[in-house]
């Protein structure tokens, strides 16, 4: 969610000084669904959705969207899913796989 961003711009960081892969050809991306952290829900400063967190077959369209607009936008891109729980990371990966170059570091890398 909101609060992970710096995994994202740590990995683009890590794939610049490992691979030479050049920054600006990367975006890191926060799918904000929600949060069920009832902290944040009540946090006045809070930057994330404040909504508990879609779920099931809410949460597989909203993503497809996602998805498929990334896709329409950038056929050739890399995707790599970043601290989606292991109860979302293995169908994603399945869903996603075999449509676009798609990657999930929890259960891959």
């Known amino acids: 969610g909101r609060n992970g961003m710096g995994i994202s711009e ?3 960081t890590l ?10 050809q ?3 991306i926060c799918v904000d669904i929600g949060t069920n952290n009832p902290t944040y829900l009540e946090d ?6 404040k ?10 369209e909203f993503l497809g969207e996602v998805m498929e607009s990334l896709q329409a ?3 050739h891109m890399l ?14 990966l399945e869903s996603w796989r ?8 929890d259960i891959q890398g």
């Open 10 to 12: 740590g990995k683009i």
């Open 15 to 24: 794939y610049t000084a490992a691979a030479g892969v050049n920054p600006m």
């Open 26 to 28: 990367c975006l890191p």
């Open 44 to 49: 006045p400063d809070y930057k994330g959705i």
């Open 51 to 60: 909504a508990p967190r879609i779920t099931g077959a809410e949460f597989d």
């Open 73 to 75: 936008w950038q056929p």
């Open 79 to 92: 995707v790599q899913f970043e601290d989606f729980g292991n109860h979302n990371a293995f169908r994603l």
């Open 98 to 105: 075999h449509k676009m170059c798609a990657f999930n570091d």
